[in-house]
Structure formats: C-alpha cells, structure tokens
C-alpha cells in the first residue's frame, strides 16, 4: 500500500519534499504551528487561532522571520547593513506590536521599502519577494541554498498563507539545528585534537 516514495496514501501520509519524508499534512501543520508557538514565533497556539489559510503579509512576516532567527540564536551571521534608511513614509501604519520586526528585517538586510519609500505592511508578500529574502539569508548561510530552492520549487501559489511561511521558517530551523550541531561536534573534536596536540 506504499506509493513511489515509500508513502502510505491510504493512512494519510504523503511525501513532503522539504522535509524529505513522509508525513500526514495535517499532523505536521498542528507540530509546526505548536513549535512556533513555543518558540515565540506566533501568539496563536492552534490551527483555529493561526488562521493558517490566511495570505500573510509584509509586517506579518517581518515579525515571524525575525522571531524565528532569534530563536535560532543566529545574530553573528546577521551582520548586514540595508543601504539607506529604514524610515517608511507609511510607517505610521505598521502595527505598533510588529514595528521592531519591521525595522530589524529592514537593517539586516532582509525585508526592505518599495521605491517609493513605502514599507506597505498589510501587501500580501509573494512568492518572487520571498524568494529575494531567502537568497539573503543564503548568502550568510550557504548551506540554505538547497533547502531554500526546494521549498520554493513546491509553492504553487503566486502569495504565501501563514501555514505555508510557518513551514518554510520550521524548515529554516530544522537546517539550522542541523548545521548546529555539526558545528557543535567540530569544535568538540577540534578541542580533543588540540589536547591530544598539547600531550
């Protein structure tokens, strides 16, 4: 009862090509939502109160990219500047609980102004706009590129729902912890080298 991937349609599951697995789609919003709420990604703990199947906008994802990257204690690499300023014409229209967010994405870089000097918090961000966002942040962490085209490869829709933007940033996390530890495990053996180096 097993698809081409390895899957069991019949029990629900199907591949997930960000994950590289085999998940139930409803399952994995449920643990994604979860963690982010655990994480201070967003306020809302539930499917219901997400509204994941809302389209997500510009202040909206400022707060949860932002969010996210604290939350992966991530500041070192976040060293980029934006050129030029990060006041908005239309900054008085910012929610005031996401304004922080706003600016931080802009100074590092992320999620800048139109060029008419807007920030215009309640656009719906689309697809090509987070692809943009994506580059940046793989250009500070290379090793982002393949996930961040695969993720991107599967998005039919020319805008993002909250669900889908919670997942990309659960998949952001997910490498991210995975290089982590990668990281974690070469200054470890780094340091057993240097001592062995010292005796």
Not at 10 to 33: F, H, M
Not at 80 to 91: N, P, R, T, Y
Not at 103 to 110: D, E, I, P, R, V
Request: charged fraction near 25%; charge should be positive; include cysteine.
């Amino acid at each position: 009862d097993r698809d081409e991937y390895g899957c069991i349609p019949s029990a629900g599951y199907s591949r997930d090509w960000s994950l590289q697995q085999c998940v139930r789609p409803w399952e994995l919003t449920n643990k994604i939502i979860s963690r982010a709420f655990d994480a201070g990604i967003t306020k809302y703990n539930t499917e219901k109160t997400f509204m994941g199947n809302s389209y997500l906008t510009r202040e909206q994802a400022a707060k949860m990219l932002m969010s996210t990257i604290k939350h992966m204690n991530a500041p070192v690499w976040m060293i980029k500047q934006a050129a030029g300023s990060c006041e908005w014409k239309d900054q008085k229209s910012i929610n005031t609980s996401l304004m922080d967010s706003a600016k931080l994405a802009c100074t590092k870089w992320l999620l800048k102004w139109s060029k008419e000097g807007n920030f215009m918090p309640q656009k719906v961000i689309t697809v090509e706009e987070m692809s943009i966002i994506l580059e940046r942040i793989a250009t500070f962490v290379p090793s982002l590129k393949n996930t961040i085209s695969i993720l991107l490869i599967n998005q039919s829709n020319p805008v993002f729902t909250r669900n889908e933007f919670v997942k990309i940033l659960y998949n952001m996390s997910y490498k991210f912890t995975e290089q982590s530890e990668k990281y974690t495990q070469q200054k470890k053996d780094l340091k057993a080298a240097r001592a062995l180096w010292n005796q």
